[in-house]
């Protein structure tokens, strides 16, 4: 993590600046971070679906997975403008 510029030094552009930056690399790591709880989200079906196993259907049966693979695989983005990430 890179350390705080001299923030004495800097004009008010410059600190809006650095906050836009910084709010940028915030979206990228939310949206890095959303990425892998879908992954984990699939695989933790996945190791249900064979724990749980009901005539060879498994609870992903349902589920859109080629989807989701498109946008776990960064083959396709969900629409994610406008929305905050809380968590």
């Known amino acids: 993590m890179e350390p705080l510029p001299d923030l004495g030094s ?9 906050i836009d930056k910084l709010k940028e690399q915030e979206r990228e790591i939310s949206y890095q971070r959303r990425i892998l709880h879908g992954k984990i989200d699939i695989l933790r079906a ?11 259907k498994g609870v992903l049966e349902n589920v ?5 693979t498109a946008i776990l ?15």
């Open 64 to 68: 859109d997975v080629d989807s989701l």
């Open 10 to 18: 800097l004009s008010d552009d410059d600190l809006k600046q650095e």
């Open 46 to 56: 996945e190791l249900v679906a064979r724990l749980q196993k009901d005539g060879g």
């Open 73 to 87: 695989s960064g083959k396709s983005a969900p629409n994610i403008e406008g929305n905050e990430s809380t968590g």
